[in-house]
């Protein structure tokens, strides 16, 4: 029964993505696409709470799961207790299906470092997954960034597919960084 105008109904096994606690009697969430307030004791006595909902999606492949976390507005870039991504895990479980997803929504970060150092590139590099290396160079990712063990991606990668598509993709960027370069002195000596 609903009591008040922007309460949230749900159903028993429905998942509950709590975005508010800051009240102590009402919490803020999202049930089915649908946000409103939900009763905090009904959320404390019945619920099994997911600290990470995203991220156990996309470590264990779970694509309808982590769908529905997206329809949900989960927090696309939030991070574990490990410092990491839900991109990172999926890249690190070499669920392409799931990185798909994850590179399709807007501000995904790319570059973010978990506690190690390391990043999606580095988490796809390392397990060998040249197929999502691929797909994350096509979202141009930083490839200049190191670990915690002073490593690039490349230096980690475990196959020489992976590895052919960072050297490929350095080699692009320190181009580009000497054709700008190139650019920027030419126009230095037309005054």
Same mark, same amino acid.
């Given at each position: 029964?609903?009591?008040?105008?922007?309460?949230?109904?749900?159903?028993?096994?429905?998942?509950?993505?709590?975005?508010?606690?800051?009240?102590?009697?009402?919490?803020?969430?999202?049930?089915?696409?649908?946000?409103?307030?939900?009763?905090?004791?009904?959320?404390?006595?019945?619920? &099994?709470?997911?600290?990470?909902?995203?991220?156990?999606?996309?470590?264990?492949?779970?694509?309808?799961?982590?769908? &529905?976390?997206?329809?949900?507005?989960?927090?696309?870039?939030?991070?574990?207790?490990?410092?990491?991504?839900?991109?990172?895990?999926?890249?690190?479980?070499?669920?392409?299906?799931?990185? &798909?997803?994850?590179?399709?929504?807007?501000?995904?970060?790319?570059?973010?470092?978990?506690?190690?150092?390391?990043?999606?590139?580095?988490?796809?590099?390392?397990?060998?997954?040249?197929?999502?290396?691929?797909?994350?160079?096509?979202?141009?990712?930083?490839?200049?960034?190191?670990?915690?063990?002073?490593?690039?991606?490349?230096?980690?990668?475990?196959?020489?597919?992976?590895?052919?598509?960072?050297?490929?993709?350095?080699?692009?960027?320190?181009?580009?960084?000497?054709?700008?370069?190139?650019?920027?002195?030419?126009?230095?000596?037309?005054?």
């Amino acid at each position: 029964m609903i009591r008040l105008p922007d309460e949230l109904s749900f159903e028993e096994g429905d998942f509950l993505y709590i975005s508010d606690t800051s009240d102590s009697n009402w919490w803020k969430g999202t049930c089915r696409g649908r946000t409103g307030l939900i009763p905090s004791n009904y959320v404390a006595e019945q619920a &099994e709470s997911i600290d990470n909902p995203m991220h156990e999606a996309a470590k264990r492949g779970n694509l309808s799961w982590l769908r &529905e976390c997206v329809e949900n507005k989960v927090g696309i870039n939030g991070l574990d207790k490990a410092g990491s991504t839900a991109l990172y895990w999926a890249c690190h479980g070499g669920h392409k299906d799931v990185v &798909e997803v994850l590179l399709s929504q807007p501000n995904v970060e790319l570059n973010q470092q978990n506690k190690l150092g390391d990043t999606a590139l580095h988490a796809a590099a390392w397990k060998g997954y040249s197929d999502i290396v691929e797909m994350l160079l096509n979202k141009n990712p930083r490839t200049d960034i190191r670990n915690n063990e002073n490593k690039l991606a490349l230096e980690m990668s475990t196959n020489s597919m992976c590895a052919s598509l960072l050297k490929k993709k350095q080699g692009n960027n320190i181009t580009r960084t000497l054709s700008n370069a190139e650019e920027y002195l030419d126009d230095e000596d037309s005054d």
